[in-house]
């Protein structure tokens, strides 16, 4: 018996016994006649065979084998491990790039465990899909799409299941414990009532910041970092002291490379993307703020503990999908994984963990039935999941009666379920999607939490898509984004917090860059009928009240100045009007009176000068788009013959022109094979309507063509990669 092996089996007890507790922390373990593999670990990790559902598949002699599970690690994986080297197969792996010995692949190795470890072997315990074969790369090994993007379009034709416990993480703890200005400090507690904080212990910040100093910020950075969940919603007002954010998006190469694998991969079935939420609960991300992990191509997993509740530290969000079994911090012990050089562990806590466990479960689905396409997996997760936690605030049901919720996504992955029906399903019919432009809105964003910014979207009778997943794309001219709640409400009332407020993240994103933000909440739904979208600055004044764009400044010229905008600092000279917050000429500013009554001296910006940033804080246009199956919309890929009209195609794609009777422009962008359709003047059959409320009641009405009607053409995603101030997470995520 090797070392680690030994040392960890030393820790428990094993007396024999004839039941065993499986949700109990391990702190002995037993023997049961009842277990299905003899392995001598089995009974630690059975806490999450039984949340899984597993134990009855296996039974039925379902155990992975023909399909090819490839695992992307940054640590690579010792494909020499008892665990994994039987079905280990170097060919279809990167190319010398899957493993160096020298005992650091840890996170790998531990990842490839739970997803396809061996049964009945002597070692450790067994992984959900343990006749499931295995391919292996390290990567990614920067921060950059470049890196995932090569490993994903090796193995094209080998790879089923794509597992990826890793990440760019969007939110980070600030260094040194994020000690900020007193200024932030001060508007953070001038804008409160009453104390925010639950809590009436003596460690409340309430009961000890009798003085807003840096000692009254040190308890509430400390009390926020002890007590995050408990105190979620009083903590957020004080985001900017501790946590710094930074979105990423999907680069055109990254957007590229996964769109092969779902296109070419498994004989044009698409390979299954599986990816961890993340870590960064406690961090406050939502992974609607990650690139990888809001395209629709993807499968994004969270984590429960061994109570099968919400794990503390697994990152939330309207994309979350599915939940596995991640483990708690409370609990002493929780995955049992494989070690470098043969041995084996008590594999700590993460998503990373919940990650491969749903991927094997997932690869026991593509055993049962090798014909299902990306979708068809999709479909099944979430119509067979379990629900958890049924009382939690965060769970919602739909228009077609599938509930959804931003901490668990359709709930635990119940396997025996998802095989059954497996056994029995019938295909999705091709992917179909229905886009619609807004157009010029510029609709006003007001710094005041009881204005919310209203659009509303209403599609047409006659569309009868069944809903798979709903992307919003806003072209957004904001000083602090991260201030905005972003809420989008189907026409079946069903409502998906797209973005949390209170983040602080200030990137000004270049006028042809669009946000994308990514719902799986409306699944099965049809979309007939109204959608509305809803932006609210939850947050008063900006992030330093200023755009985070290096070396620029917004600003407002004199009195005779009326100027506006975002320009070079060095080109006005910035520092004549502030410096490091203070203005002091107030000769070259024109003040500008705000609502709350704060003046155009009280901004100054990044670069040394600038004014309030309210007046350019507006949603210029959006796009909606609805991927699914059934009748209604386009078939995505394809180009529909169209009349003879004045339509125009751009980014450089091959297409044909618009209807006579729908004569407004065309035009693409967004995600890989999806067409959108600009307002123009469309006044042809078959048109919606879009309208705005402003907020001082008025109503903007203009005419919008469905994608039913006119015609298409498909141009690959042209976004942008934002990654500044994101870490790449190599291990535990």
């Not at 070692?123 to 390290?138: D, H, Q, R």
């Amino acid at each position: 018996m090797d070392y680690w092996t030994s040392n960890w089996m030393a820790q428990f007890s094993f007396a024999k016994q004839s039941t065993c507790t499986s949700q109990a922390d391990w702190l002995s373990t037993c023997d049961d006649e009842n277990q299905i593999f003899s392995d001598p670990l089995y009974q630690a990790q059975k806490w999450a065979f039984d949340l899984l559902n597993v134990e009855p598949v296996w039974k039925q002699g379902i155990l992975g084998r023909g399909v090819m599970i490839r695992v992307n690690d940054p640590d690579g994986v010792d494909v020499t491990h008892p665990e994994l080297a039987d079905r280990f197969d170097e060919a279809a792996s990167c190319k010398g790039n899957y493993w160096t010995y020298d005992n650091q692949n840890v996170h790998g190795t531990g990842v490839a465990t739970l997803a396809l470890g061996s049964r009945n072997n002597g070692k450790c315990a067994v992984g959900v899909a343990p006749e499931a074969s295995l391919s292996a790369c390290v990567g990614p090994t920067a921060i950059s799409d470049e890196s995932p993007a090569r490993f994903f379009l090796d193995g094209l034709e080998t790879t089923h299941i794509s597992v990826n416990s890793w990440g760019f993480d969007a939110c980070s703890r600030l260094p040194g414990a994020g000690f900020s200005d007193d200024d932030t400090l001060r508007r953070g507690m001038r804008r409160l009532d009453t104390c925010p904080f639950v809590s009436d212990s003596v460690e409340s910040p309430c009961q000890i910041c009798t003085s807003l100093d840096e000692d009254c910020e040190d308890v509430i950075v400390k009390y926020c970092t002890a007590y995050y969940e408990e105190e979620y919603s009083g903590c957020a007002e004080f985001l900017d002291l501790f946590i710094t954010c930074g979105y990423n998006v999907l680069s055109e190469v990254g957007q590229n490379a996964i769109t092969r694998g779902i296109e070419e991969g498994r004989d044009g079935k698409g390979i299954i993307y599986v990816f961890a939420a993340g870590n960064e609960h406690d961090e406050f991300e939502d992974v609607n703020m990650e690139g990888w992990l809001n395209t629709r191509f993807t499968i994004v997993v969270g984590a429960v503990g061994k109570d099968g509740l919400h794990a503390s530290y697994s990152t939330t969000g309207a994309a979350v999908f599915i939940s596995g079994p991640g483990g708690d911090h409370e609990s002493i012990h929780n995955n049992i994984v494989a070690t470098p050089g043969g041995g084996c562990t008590d594999g700590t806590v993460g998503t990373s963990f919940a990650t491969p466990s749903v991927a094997g479960a997932i690869a026991l689905v593509l055993s049962t039935n090798p014909n299902l396409g990306w979708r068809d997996v999709q479909a099944i997760i979430a119509t067979t999941a379990k629900l958890v936690d049924e009382e939690h605030p965060s769970w919602g049901i739909n228009g077609a009666g599938l509930r959804h919720s931003n901490y668990y996504g359709f709930g635990l992955f119940d396997t025996l379920a998802a095989v059954e029906a497996a056994k029995i399903w019938e295909n999705v019919g091709p992917e179909r999607q229905l886009v619609i432009q807004s157009g010029t809105i510029k609709l006003p964003i007001y710094d005041d939490a009881s204005i919310p910014a209203k659009t509303f979207v209403t599609v047409d009778d006659g569309n009868n898509l069944i809903t798979e997943s709903v992307s919003v794309y806003l072209q957004l001219a904001h000083a602090s984004r991260g201030d905005l709640e972003i809420v989008l409400t189907s026409p079946s009332g069903t409502l998906s917090v797209l973005h949390p407020p209170f983040r602080p993240e200030n990137q000004h994103l270049p006028e042809e860059e669009r946000w994308k933000l990514l719902s799986v909440a409306f699944y099965g739904e049809n979309p007939t009928g109204q959608w509305s979208l809803t932006l609210t600055d939850k947050s008063p004044g900006n992030k330093a009240d200023c755009v985070d764009l290096p070396n620029f400044a917004v600003y407002v010229g004199s009195d005779d100045d009326d100027s506006l905008g975002i320009v070079d600092c060095g080109t006005i000279g910035a520092s004549e009007f502030c410096v490091d917050g203070v203005a002091f000429n107030e000769e070259g500013v024109r003040l500008f009176q705000e609502e709350d009554g704060r003046t155009g001296l009280d901004a100054c910006c990044v670069c040394g000068g600038g004014m309030p940033t309210s007046d350019i804080n507006e949603l210029l246009s959006w796009r909606l788009v609805v991927y699914g199956h059934g009748q209604g919309g386009s078939l995505v890929g394809e180009a529909l013959p169209g009349g003879e009209g004045s339509g125009s195609i751009s980014a450089g794609m091959p297409g044909v022109g618009g209807n006579a009777s729908n004569s407004g422009g065309n035009s693409t962008g967004g995600e890989s094979g999806e067409v959108v359709y600009d307002n123009g003047e469309n006044t042809g059959s078959g048109a919606g309507s879009w309208r705005t409320v402003l907020p001082n009641g008025m109503t903007l009405i203009c005419l919008l063509v469905l994608l039913s009607v006119g015609t298409t053409s498909i141009a690959p995603v042209r976004q942008s990669i934002a990654l500044s101030r994101v870490k790449q997470q190599l291990a535990g995520r």
